[in-house]
């Protein structure tokens, strides 16, 4: 591989350019890509069945984070956004085929809608330089994945039924906590986690229990409501990640809505973020319903959020909108400020049920890498 640290491929679709995002991303050692579809470069649907859509999905992966230097046996994590129930077991078993469940920790998460109808499955893939050989797995009942590469505890696919959603999430810290034992960590290494529930739930009540389950441990998170199928009263799917050393060595700053979370977790160059919200500074939630005034108002929110934790939008790696399912698109994603153009982080995008809170239809969520503004290097597909 090239000296250079940063990297930002482009398959050559008009869409990537007019949404400022890469197809694929490599700063340092790290490789990621895109939230991706069964889509051609010219916009054809490249199949009409999960397991079809997925083999394509890979081969525009491999395309892309091959030019990027990146080897499919170092993909360490994935994130599987699937579209309509049926199609949720499929997708994890002809994925396994590809990537085997003990070395890559993977999440299938349930969804709404893609962008278009046909569309049933969006993949997003993470990499790191030599993962094939360092990384270790561990054996946690009832943990799909657990894996430890380097300083990075990695914790995919895990799926709860409980009574309520305030009960699953203390049975999920009950998990990671035994997780984390067997890396010889603890909890307050935990400075990531995505809850994807099905269930009716007061998100402050949730938040109360968080803070009782996690006993002073302030990870980030994301809440989101999505339909997962079962007879539990709660089904909830989470992916989760520790940095060994946070709890002596993270800056952290507080969630503007619950005190149990952090908004940001800074840990060596990693900025982990909650998903934002379209707050105002007194933290209520302001342009409701509205998808184009909400989608700039969050990127405002990120951006002063990671002002507070000392980096900026340019550092930015990857960034993903959850869309709730009846939300009316009022603009397009070239209009308004032109956000992340002069970096395009990759970037993802899907509907799930609701955000929770009342009136917010649209999340932004990111991560950052400290140094990942300058010295970019584009290349595009031929």
């Known amino acids: 591989m090239s000296a250079t640290r940063r990297i930002n491929i482009s398959s050559g679709r008009p869409l990537e350019a007019k949404a400022n995002y890469s197809r694929a991303l490599r700063m340092n050692d790290l490789v990621l890509q895109s939230g991706t579809t069964a ?7 490249l199949g009409h069945d999960v397991e079809t859509q997925i083999d394509a999905i890979l081969a525009i992966a491999q395309e892309s984070m091959g030019a990027a230097g990146a080897s499919f046996d170092d993909v360490m994590r994935a994130r599987l956004y699937v579209k309509e129930p049926a199609n949720l077991a499929t997708a994890a078993q002809v994925f396994a085929e590809h990537f085997a469940a003990d070395r890559t920790a993977t999440t299938v998460i349930p969804i709404a809608a893609l962008a278009r109808p046909g569309q049933l499955i969006e993949i997003e893939l993470e990499a790191l330089d030599g993962a094939a050989h360092r990384r270790r797995r561990l054996a946690v009942p009832e943990i799909a994945t657990a894996l430890c590469v380097d300083e990075k505890v990695l914790l995919g696919g895990i799926d709860i039924a409980a009574d309520s959603a305030t009960a699953a999430f203390s049975v999920m810290v009950a998990r990671l906590r035994s997780a984390l034992e067997d890396t010889g ?4 290494d935990l400075v990531s986690v995505k809850c994807f529930i099905d269930a009716e739930t007061d998100v402050d009540d949730l938040a109360a229990a968080a803070a009782c389950a996690l006993g002073g441990v302030a990870p980030v998170i994301t809440l989101l409501n999505v339909r997962i199928p079962g007879s539990a009263a709660c089904r909830m799917v989470v992916d989760a990640e520790a940095y060994l050393g946070a709890g002596q060595n993270a800056q952290r700053t507080p969630h503007p809505l619950w005190p ?14 909650s998903n934002i919200y379209p707050l105002d500074d007194t933290a209520r939630v302001v342009d409701e319903n509205d998808w184009a005034a909400q989608r700039e108002r969050c990127t405002v929110n990120l951006e002063q959020a990671l002002l507070t934790a000392g980096t900026s939008l340019d550092e930015v790696i990857v960034r993903r909108y959850f869309t709730a399912a009846d939300t009316v698109m009022n603009s397009d994603y070239g209009d308004g400020r032109p956000w992340f153009k002069a970096t395009r982080p990759t970037a993802l995008g ?19 890498l400290r140094g990942a503004g300058t010295d970019i290097k584009w290349l595009t597909l031929e």
């Open 39 to 45: 889509i051609d470069r010219d916009g054809n649907i």
């Open 260 to 273: 149990a979370f952090s908004q940001t977790v800074c840990v060596d160059g990693d900025i982990y973020v």
């Open 350 to 368: 899907c509907r799930i049920e609701s955000n929770f809170l009342a009136g917010v239809v649209l999340t932004l969520e990111a991560h950052a």
């Open 185 to 188: 960590s603890e909890l307050a």
